[in-house]
């Protein structure tokens, strides 16, 4: 370790070397003092540009290793209270094709600027081709009076399809769109029913996510809730 710290810096010796000599050869008479101070003067210089060009070096390298190291894209993220109506407008216009619902609670529709916001941007959007719902028998009610009613005020309202009604036993309630361009590839926004996830308001049961979950087109909760979505609502189409 001691010889290659010592080849490392064999130019900070080789300096100090040179500087010993010239003050030396001052002493014994053979140079004046001038040509030391000249001499001493060089080689800090030329090892003040030795040291810039080492940290020039120094940064390529970095670059370099920067460009190669990957960072590894989480496959899910939670979106705090603070961000959900920014971060879901923003989620719902980057759907390519249809849109899913399971299990959402149609009471936090009744709220103009929540349905404008969550859902009604989704209808509008010229990118979205079509609107799927699987919901629990106990919003049947509540779609009826208060968001049905909303949608058909919508452009584009006949996107919207016919809720499938069943009873949910899943503890769950995600939005799920289609991000790809070439190929299929879905996100969705997942939330649990229950605290914290999820907090109730008013003396109606109104629900309303207080955190969700971003799960990407590459985490292989995709497929899942695929599968949840699909057998519910083929199980229970046309009851």
């Given at each position: 370790m001691?010889?290659k710290?010592?080849?490392?810096?064999?130019?900070?010796?080789?300096i100090?070397?040179?500087s010993?000599?010239?003050?030396?050869?001052?002493?014994?008479?053979?140079?004046?003092?001038?040509?030391?101070?000249?001499?001493?003067?060089?080689?800090l210089a030329?090892?003040?540009?030795?040291?810039?060009?080492?940290?020039?070096e120094?940064?390529?390298?970095?670059k370099?290793?920067?460009?190669n190291?990957?960072?590894?894209?989480?496959?899910?993220?939670l979106?705090k209270?603070?961000?959900?109506?920014?971060?879901?407008?923003?989620?719902?216009?980057?759907?390519?094709?249809?849109?899913?619902w399971?299990?959402?609670?149609?009471?936090?529709f009744r709220?103009?600027?929540?349905?404008?916001?969550?859902?009604?941007?989704?209808i509008?959007?010229?990118k979205t081709?079509?609107?799927?719902?699987v919901?629990?028998?106990?919003?049947?009610?509540?779609?009826?009076?208060?968001?049905?009613?909303?949608?058909?005020?919508?452009?584009?309202?006949?996107?919207?399809?016919?809720?499938?009604?069943?009873?949910i036993?899943?503890?769950?309630?995600f939005?799920?769109?289609d991000?790809g361009?070439?190929?299929?590839?879905?996100?969705?926004?997942?939330?649990?029913?229950?605290?914290?996830?999820?907090?109730?308001?008013?003396?109606?049961?109104?629900?309303?996510?207080?955190y969700l979950?971003?799960?990407k087109?590459?985490?292989?909760?995709?497929?899942?809730?695929?599968?949840?979505?699909?057998?519910?609502?083929?199980?229970?189409?046309?009851t």
């Open positions: 001691k010889w710290a010592v080849l490392k810096n064999l130019d900070v010796i080789a100090i070397a040179a010993a000599v010239a003050i030396i050869l001052h002493h014994l008479g053979i140079i004046p003092e001038t040509y030391v101070i000249s001499i001493l003067l060089m080689l030329l090892h003040v540009l030795q040291e810039a060009l080492r940290g020039e120094i940064k390529e390298d970095i370099a290793i920067a460009k190291v990957k960072v590894t894209d989480s496959e899910v993220e979106i209270p603070r961000e959900l109506l920014g971060y879901t407008e923003e989620f719902a216009l980057k759907n390519r094709g249809d849109v899913w399971f299990n959402t609670c149609c009471t936090m709220s103009q600027e929540l349905f404008d916001r969550l859902l009604r941007i989704s509008e959007s010229s081709t079509k609107i799927f719902f919901m629990d028998l106990s919003m049947k009610e509540a779609w009826e009076r208060d968001i049905l009613p909303k949608i058909i005020k919508c452009r584009g309202y006949d996107k919207v399809q016919e809720p499938v009604w069943c009873n036993d899943e503890s769950i309630a939005q799920m769109i991000v361009v070439e190929k299929e590839a879905k996100e969705a926004l997942l939330a649990f029913w229950g605290e914290p996830f999820m907090m109730e308001l008013g003396s109606e049961g109104q629900h309303v996510p207080r979950i971003h799960v087109s590459q985490s292989e909760l995709i497929p899942r809730l695929q599968d949840i979505f699909v057998k519910c609502r083929l199980k229970n189409n046309g």
